[in-house]
């Protein structure tokens, strides 16, 4: 008998391997460990004991070291903290479908592009999906919308793109879009309908990187992704935020994030919501 899936003993993360741990994943993810040292012992420890690495200096020679990606990814699965559900913030898509909208529809161009940049497992860009269907009804075909949804961890965007969710995390939504955006697939589980989830393209893609899309974004929400990001990396990003707003386009961060407005070019417009305009 393998004694050692009964061993549940913790790897001891050194101060060194800590820091060394904590600048690598800065500098590449803009992730801030510094208050998560019991975390990565807790989460981290299995994970070492499995591929038979004994210690965490090692590990981060394995993750620096590999080429394929999948080290990284197990890596990201584990640290990053996912929780995310559907309508989340109300007022944001509130403020969307009232003011943003109206507004936006009110252009020549029939086009929109919206980013959910930190989506997790889809609720958000789902979430704007189904927001956007009901405002444009019957008109929606008219239209050329598409919502790009991104995340840095594989896992949850595998997830999100199933757009499978047990019935807890859909019971709170309006009974009408239960019933139009969902098909009931399993004892208690719900599916979101084709016609949604194909309303948004899922890519891989880490906030760090310049961002080179093709056309630029009527509306980015990057909600509870930059609290684990320091004030350096969030400035930089809100500015790579703002190149790649179209003129009059919203950025939405999370109600327990801020923006240093004395060094963005956005236009606060409520809390939480900023807009991009010359005006
Ligand atoms: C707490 S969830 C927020 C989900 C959703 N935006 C919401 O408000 O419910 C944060 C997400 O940000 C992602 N994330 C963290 N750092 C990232 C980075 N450097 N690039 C892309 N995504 C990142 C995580 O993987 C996680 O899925």
């Not at 019957?138 to 961890?153: C, F, N, R, Y």
């Not at 896992?155 to 709170?172: C, H, M, R, S, T």
């Not at 980015?220 to 990003?237: A, G, S």
């Not at 707003?245 to 963005?264: N, P, V």
Request: include cysteine; charge should be positive.
């Amino acid at each position: 008998m393998d004694l050692d899936i009964f061993n549940n003993s913790t790897t001891q993360l050194s101060d060194k391997e800590f820091m060394d741990l904590k600048s690598f994943v800065y500098n590449t993810y803009g992730i801030d460990l510094s208050r998560k040292r019991q975390l990565i012992e807790a989460r981290l420890s299995n994970t070492l004991r499995a591929k038979g690495i004994s210690s965490f200096d090692q590990y981060l020679r394995v993750l620096k070291s590999d080429n394929t990606g999948e080290e990284i990814t197990t890596f990201l699965n584990k640290i990053t903290t996912n929780y995310s559900y559907f309508a989340r913030e109300a007022d944001h898509f509130d403020f969307l479908a009232k003011t943003v909208l109206p507004q936006l529809a009110k252009r020549p161009k029939r086009e929109l592009r919206i980013w959910s940049a930190g989506c997790s497992s889809g609720q958000e860009p789902y979430t704007l999906a189904m927001v956007i269907d009901q405002y444009f009804g019957d008109q929606k075909g008219l239209w050329d919308t598409a919502i790009l949804a991104t995340d840095i961890s594989t896992n949850v965007l595998g997830k999100a793109q199933l757009g499978i969710y047990p019935l807890k995390d859909i019971e709170n939504l309006p009974a009408t879009w239960k019933s139009k955006y969902f098909t009931k697939v399993g004892e208690d589980s719900y599916q979101v309908v084709p016609k949604i989830r194909k309303e948004v393209i899922y890519r891989l893609f880490n906030l760090m990187d310049p961002i080179n899309f093709k056309k630029p974004f009527d509306v980015i929400f990057c909600r509870n992704v930059m609290i684990y990001f320091d004030k350096t990396t969030t400035n930089q990003l809100i500015e790579r935020f703002y190149n790649a707003t179209a003129e009059g386009g919203y950025l939405f961060i999370g109600h327990s994030e801020t923006i240093d407005r004395t060094k963005s070019k956005y236009k606060y417009v409520q809390p939480s919501v900023y807009q991009k305009t010359s005006g």
